[in-house]
């Protein structure tokens, strides 16, 4: 069965620091991934996506993530954090088997501290 | 593209009660979920659609839960009765099928508050 799982369910930076939110997964078959952010009162936006071809996939608002076959992880990134990147983030992933099913992690909510 | 709409965007009722929320997903979408998000149990598929077919409705979580899709464009989750732990925001989110790396698309969101 596949599975997300998100380490830290939450994540405190500075504004200007690094951000670096975890996601491993488990699969048997090539997995599609996804990171997806989540602003208060308001449903889930996609981020980036790795579908097949470039390990290293851009996003929206400076975001990145890596996927990493070895790792079985796709860890999301961004080199400096701003206020308006507070927010929770879901890794997903999905396979190109059965009937379409997307897997959600449990979140990690990214505090920025001015 | 006017987006997944959900309806209504906040929901207050009584034990006891039905509620019925409503969606309409992108049109061209042939798969449609619906999620509840709660602090305790995070993000939790209810039941997913395939071309107005229900293909996995093992998430909801009782009796008291239905779903339906009539049409390509109007889907409904329906509880009766509800009780007070129904309360959650509940996500409807729409896919196009035959490309699995499609991203989700999702509603706004109904806020259910049950007392």
């Known amino acids: 069965a596949q599975s997300v799982t998100q380490l830290g369910s939450h994540v405190s930076v500075s504004e200007g620091a690094l951000v670096l939110l975890r ?7 090539p997995p599609y991934l996804f990171w997806y952010v989540q602003y208060p009162n308001q449903g889930l936006q996609l981020l980036l996506k790795y579908t097949t ?3 290293l996939v851009k996003g929206i608002n400076g975001f ?6 070895s790792e079985t992880s796709f860890h999301l990134t961004k080199p400096s954090a701003h206020m308006s990147d507070a927010a929770e983030y879901f890794c997903a992933v999905s396979f190109s088997g059965g009937y379409q099913k997307v897997t959600f992690g449990t979140g990690t909510k990214l505090q920025v501290i001015p | 593209d006017a987006g997944v709409i959900q309806s209504p965007r906040h929901e207050v009722t009584e034990m006891g009660q039905e509620v019925t929320l409503r969606c309409k997903p992108i049109s061209g ?8 998000q709660t602090m305790m149990r995070g993000l939790e598929l209810l039941i ?7 293909i996995d409705d093992s998430g909801m979580p009782e009796d008291r839960f239905s779903a339906k899709m009539p049409n390509a464009s109007f889907s409904t989750l329906k ?3 509800s009780e007070p732990r129904d309360s959650a925001v509940y996500f409807c989110a729409s896919r196009r099928t035959g490309s699995y790396n499609s991203p989700l698309h999702f509603g706004n969101g109904t806020r259910l508050t049950v007392t």
């Open chain 2, 48 to 54: 997913y659609f395939n071309n107005n077919v229900p």
């Open chain 1, 53 to 55: 071809g470039a390990t």
């Open chain 2, 29 to 36: 979408h042939n798969s449609l979920f619906w999620y509840r």
């Open chain 2, 79 to 81: 509880i009766q009765p």
């Open chain 1, 23 to 29: 996601c491993n997964y488990s699969s048997s078959v």
């Open chain 1, 64 to 69: 990145e993530a890596e996927f990493k076959k």
